[in-house]
């Protein structure tokens, strides 16, 4: 028998943004190209996946050459979002949206809607691999040679 438990995995609200097209900013600082600045929307690490926990259970039988074995996995088939690689992070700021305001980031404190916006599915599941592992049962039988 095997317990395990993950602490929920920090992610932040961040995106580019538009560094040197809001009021008072220099029309060109000296680059080339103008960058863009990354922000966080939220203190870094502020967002947190679930708690994920699970028992796996396992069982073996060898002789000689021969061997069997059974796995169960998640066995109380506890469910939560373990990855946060693959939720939905996407904002929309004046640096890829022109229907929203640049605004200072030294000076000014950001308004949703105004300048910058969330996605739809900000901060959920993209597809299953976001999920822990459901229950699962695993069988193998062998030879050894």
Do not use: C, K
């Amino acid at each position: 028998m095997l317990q395990t438990f993950d602490s929920g995995l920090p992610f932040s609200a961040v995106a580019p943004i538009a560094v040197t097209r809001h009021a008072g900013a220099p029309a060109n600082p000296g680059y080339a190209s103008i960058p863009n600045g990354q922000f966080y929307f939220t203190d870094r690490g502020a967002l947190r996946t679930d708690d994920v926990s699970a028992t796996n259970l396992a069982l073996r039988y060898a002789r000689s050459f021969f061997f069997l074995q059974a796995d169960l996995l998640n066995a109380f088939n506890r469910q939560g979002i373990a990855d946060p690689v693959r939720l939905g992070t996407g904002i929309s700021t004046a640096a890829n949206s022109t229907t929203l305001q640049p605004f200072d980031p030294f000076r000014t404190t950001p308004v949703e809607g105004t300048h910058y916006t969330l996605a739809a599915n900000f901060g959920q599941p993209l597809n299953n691999m976001a999920y822990q592992v459901p229950r699962t049962y695993r069988f193998s039988v062998g030879v050894r040679f």
